[in-house]
């Protein structure tokens, strides 16, 4: 038997055992995952040419994923893609069924699938004001997939320089559609404003704005982003210190603990260095420290076309994917 076949039977076995997405009993963090990145790419063309500009994911890497742990994937798409007319306007097909296509293989093996559109808060380039179209596209969106707990609605990827009760009033409308078209049972993840930083949280007015989300079915996971380099930014291998992930996800925590809210990283990465590697130990392990806030954490990234970037977690040449997760998995399970 192939070894990523072994994976993946194994995978399959701990699933047939316990219910969906809790298949291991000593899992301190509920979630641990993985961004799938490439169907947003080349943002510059619309609709863009599948295979040319943007990629879909390869399903075979999601067994790899299952098989060291995971149980979240963020997958990566882009609005304008989806519904190319306006928001309220009809699916692509093609798009929409690939984008099926992998919340199906996904969530069959028990694994979540976060459905997450990378527009910033914007469509075809400009900040989306008409809070009404945004609601019915999530509503649209949901009633796809109202059927399975273990898809996750990400409300968009970081909203940024936005006015920040449009920020609020976009997320709001995100949670009205989708609970309008019947998805109960599922997650939904708000983001803020400033690209939804952890260490910003709290000094951005993210926190003091939208801790008055509402949602009847209280399902509410405040997605949070964290890089480890000096702006925050995610674009160094350098990372400030040992103890710098700790350090930005203290506000946060804090601020979830005192609002008795739960968050997700839902993008975080370091360089293949000692000093990161050991700041991604540090704050993974104060995550599972404060689990009853945090339901953990997601890196940033994997897809096809990531080649020899410095944070690629595709199986299996990505440096990772090598060097880095063999590292830090024992802090998820
Ligand atoms: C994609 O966009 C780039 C940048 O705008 C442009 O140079 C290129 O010609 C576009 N490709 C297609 C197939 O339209
Ligand atoms: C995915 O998109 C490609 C390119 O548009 C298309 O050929 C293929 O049929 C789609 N797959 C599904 C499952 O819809
Ligand atoms: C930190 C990081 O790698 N961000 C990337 C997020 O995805 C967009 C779109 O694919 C990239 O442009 C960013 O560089």
């Given at each position: 038997m192939l070894l990523k076949n072994l994976f993946a039977a194994a995978a399959l076995a701990a699933t047939a055992l316990a219910a969906p997405g809790e298949k291991r009993q000593n899992r301190k963090l509920k979630w641990f995952g993985i961004n799938e990145s490439g169907a947003e790419f080349g943002e510059k063309n619309f609709t863009g040419v599948y295979g040319k500009e943007f990629i879909w994911y390869d399903l075979k890497t999601i067994d790899q994923f299952i098989g060291q742990g995971m149980n979240m994937f963020r997958i990566n798409f882009l609005m304008e893609r989806l519904t190319?007319?306006?928001?309220?306007g009809p699916f692509d097909p093609l798009y929409l069924g690939n984008l099926t296509q992998q919340i199906n293989y996904i969530t069959s093996k028990g694994a979540y699938a976060m459905v997450q559109p990378h527009n910033y808060g914007r469509f075809y380039g400009n900040i989306i004001t008409d809070v009404a179209g945004f609601k019915t596209w999530w509503q649209n969106v949901a009633a796809l997939y109202k059927d399975n707990a273990l898809v996750v609605f990400d409300t968009n990827n970081e909203y940024h320089d936005m006015d920040q009760q449009l920020v609020f009033n976009l997320n709001q409308a995100a949670i009205d559609g989708v609970r309008a078209a019947?998805?109960?049972k599922q997650y939904i993840t708000p983001e803020g404003n400033s690209w939804t930083g952890a260490w910003t949280w709290v000094s951005s007015g993210n926190g003091a704005s939208l801790v008055n989300l509402k949602d009847p079915e209280n399902k509410l996971v405040y997605q949070m982003h964290q890089y480890l380099d000096s702006d925050g930014s995610g674009t160094h291998e350098e990372c400030v210190s040992a103890t710098i992930f700790r350090e930005r996800l203290q506000a946060a925590t804090k601020w979830l603990k005192d609002n008795k809210k739960q968050g997700v990283i839902g993008e975080f990465a370091g360089g293949n260095n000692a000093q990161c590697i050991s700041a991604l130990k540090d704050g993974l392990k104060y995550l599972g420290e404060n689990a009853d806030v945090w339901f953990g954490a997601i890196w940033w990234a994997a897809g096809p076309?990531?080649?020899?970037?410095?944070y690629n977690m595709e199986p299996t040449n990505g440096v990772a994917w090598k060097s880095i997760l063999p590292q830090i998995k024992s802090y998820f399970v």
């Open positions: 190319p007319n306006k928001l309220t019947g998805a109960k076309w990531w080649g020899d970037y410095m």
